[in-house]
């Protein structure tokens, strides 16, 4: 089975209760790959929209590093999200964690807010795990 890879949003239902936060827990247990810039979008989202201080939100983080591969943003991937961008107009951030997870050989992002469905460079397909 090819690794799996996981958007800021999914991680963001692991602080929530009910049907979503389950299925994100089980993407998690898994052993999913998520990027640094996973871990950037998770941390702001911790402190203004969920009211974390700055030690609950690294404990949160502290365990998404240990549950999941975490993959560092390089100049290269840098380089690979500006080209899906513009190829799949993506807006940057997205196409920065697409980009990390094409080379992480993911063969599926989990994503609630990107094009469900679509395939990437013919290796990578963005599903949306909670769609019914």
């Known amino acids: 089975m090819r690794a799996e890879f996981l958007d800021t949003n999914v991680i963001l239902y692991l602080l929530d209760e009910g049907p979503k936060a389950d299925i994100a827990e089980t993407l998690v247990a898994r052993g999913a ?4 810039q996973v871990l950037n979008e998770t941390l ?12 609950e939100a690294g404990l949160f983080l502290d ?3 240990n549950l999941c591969q ?7 991937i840098h380089e690979i999200g500006r080209a899906l961008a513009e190829r ?5 951030y997205d196409a920065m964690i697409v980009a990390a997870a ?31």
């Open 63 to 65: 365990s998404l590093r």
């Open 44 to 55: 702001v989202n911790c402190r203004r929209k969920a009211g974390m201080s700055w030690q």
């Open 33 to 36: 790959t998520i990027s640094v």
């Open 102 to 132: 094409l080379s992480s050989q993911c063969g599926t992002l989990y994503s609630e807010d990107m094009h469900d469905r679509l395939v990437i460079e013919g290796q990578l397909t963005i599903v949306n795990p909670f769609k019914e």
């Open 88 to 92: 799949y107009r993506l807006s940057v």
């Open 70 to 76: 975490v993959l560092p943003l390089t100049p290269e």
